[in-house]
Structure formats: structure tokens, C-alpha cells
């Protein structure tokens, strides 16, 4: 089974600031790992993914989260959060197999504040 | 490239009735997947179809179903509607799963279903 626990379902940063989204993951096997954000009225948009290889992924709009089996983490951060950051940031876990599926977790509303 | 196309975009039914929800995937996609999202809820899958098959399906009643066509467009289709059934409905499609390594699915707006 995989699961996917997001920590703090609300994240306020000022404009500038450090942005750092904590998601944790539960998988039987290596999992596939997924950084999602959706802004108001609009589906959901990738950020970065990790699959094998390199544990630090880099995504769009200056966004990266490193991936740490031994912690069963992967934390999104940003250097320098800005205003246009502000949206709904979600985690999701892929176990492969034949289960054809993300796991989301409840997703992090990122608030940046001028 | 167009993206991932849903139809219609809101919606307002009453309890009882039914709905059909419509998803064209990006050309060349052959999956495509449909979540269920609510505040409280949070995201969660519905099916998962490719190639015409629907490979796995979530914990839903079976008032929620679907289907997919020979050219992947995919509809879905909620019978006597409950309150609880307010939600904005996401479609996704993905090259497939697997076979190449990680899928990645990409969203549609979604449709936004509101049952009164």
C-alpha cells in the first residue's frame, strides 16, 4: 500500500523567504514521487518528479525537493518565495505495479505575505 | 499541443438526477484517469482506463462509472446524485503506466459539479 502524509496543511512565508513543503511517503517498494500545485480554478500542474537516479530534482519556477529513502521524505523547497507562489501544493506517491494510480496527499496551501 | 479538455466546466444538478462528465486526452495519450476533489476529502482516484479497459477503480459507489472510447476520450457518469457528490471532478491522461518508468499525469481544469 502507499500512502502519502503532508505536514501542515497550511504554510504561511513572507515574500522572499524560505519555502519549505514537508511530505512524507509510505511505500512497499521504491516508490515514484511527485511534487503537484494547483491554483484557484485550474487543475493540477507538475512541479518535478523523482523516478531513479539523482536524489535532488529541480522542477519549474525555481522550486526542488530532495528525496531521502532513509527519512522516507521529500521535501519541496525555494530559496526565495514570491507573490506568485501562493497556491496549493500537493505530494503524491506512485508504487508502480498494476495499481495505475497516484496517492495525493491533503495538499500544503502556501501563503506568501507581501 | 492542446492540453487535457473537460467538459462541461461547472455544473448544477439536484439530488437524484444523474451526470455525465467529458474528458478529451492530449493526442497520443491512451490513459486517462479521474479524481474526485473536496475540501475534506482531499484528492482521491476514481477509475483508470486505457485502451477502451478500466484497469483499476477506486472506493466509490457504483452510482460513479465510466468509460472510455476508441480515440481515448473518456466520460464519467454519476447516477442519483447525492449532496456529498459536490466536488470538482479532474480528469488526467498519461502516455501509460509503467512500461517506461515513472507516469505522469497531466490535469485538466476539472469539471466543478454542484449538487443542490
Known amino acids: 500500500a502507499q500512502s502519502v502524509t503532508q505536514l501542515g496543511s497550511h504554510v504561511s512565508v513572507s515574500e522572499g523567504a524560505l519555502v519549505l513543503l514537508r511530505c512524507n511517503y509510505s511505500?512497499?517498494?521504491?516508490?515514484?514521487l511527485f511534487w503537484y500545485v494547483q491554483y484557484p480554478n485550474q487543475g493540477l500542474q507538475l512541479l518535478l518528479k523523482?523516478?531513479?537516479?539523482?536524489?535532488l530534482v529541480k522542477g519549474i519556477n525555481g522550486f526542488e525537493a530532495e528525496f531521502k529513502k532513509s527519512e522516507t521524505s521529500f521535501h519541496l523547497t525555494k530559496p526565495s518565495a514570491h507573490m506568485s507562489d501562493a497556491a496549493e501544493y500537493f505530494c503524491?506517491?506512485?508504487?508502480?505495479?498494476?495499481?495505475?494510480?497516484?496517492?495525493f496527499g491533503k495538499g500544503t496551501l502556501l501563503t506568501v505575505n507581501p | 499541443k492542446a492540453g487535457v479538455t473537460q467538459t462541461p466546466r461547472y455544473l448544477i444538478k439536484t439530488r437524484g438526477q444523474q451526470v455525465t462528465l467529458s474528458c478529451s486526452p492530449i493526442?497520443?495519450?491512451?490513459?486517462v484517469s479521474w479524481y474526485q476533489q473536496t475540501p475534506g476529502q482531499g484528492l482521491q482516484f476514481l477509475f483508470e482506463?486505457?485502451?477502451?479497459?478500466?484497469?483499476n477503480k477506486g472506493n466509490f459507489p457504483g452510482r460513479f462509472s465510466g468509460r472510455q472510447f476508441s480515440n481515448s476520450r473518456s466520460e464519467m457518469n454519476v447516477s442519483t446524485l447525492e449532496l456529498g457528490d459536490s466536488a470538482l471532478y479532474l480528469c488526467?491522461?498519461?502516455?501509460?503506466?509503467?512500461?517506461?518508468?515513472?507516469?505522469?499525469?497531466?490535469f485538466g481544469a476539472g469539471s466543478r459539479l454542484t449538487v443542490l
Open positions: 488526467a491522461s498519461s502516455l501509460g503506466w509503467g512500461t517506461s518508468g515513472a507516469n505522469v499525469l497531466t
Open positions: 511505500s512497499s517498494v521504491p516508490p515514484y
Open positions: 523523482y523516478t531513479t537516479g539523482a536524489t
Open positions: 503524491a506517491v506512485y508504487s508502480g505495479g498494476s495499481n495505475y494510480k497516484l496517492t
Open positions: 493526442s497520443g495519450h491512451r490513459s
Open positions: 482506463y486505457f485502451s477502451e479497459t478500466q484497469r
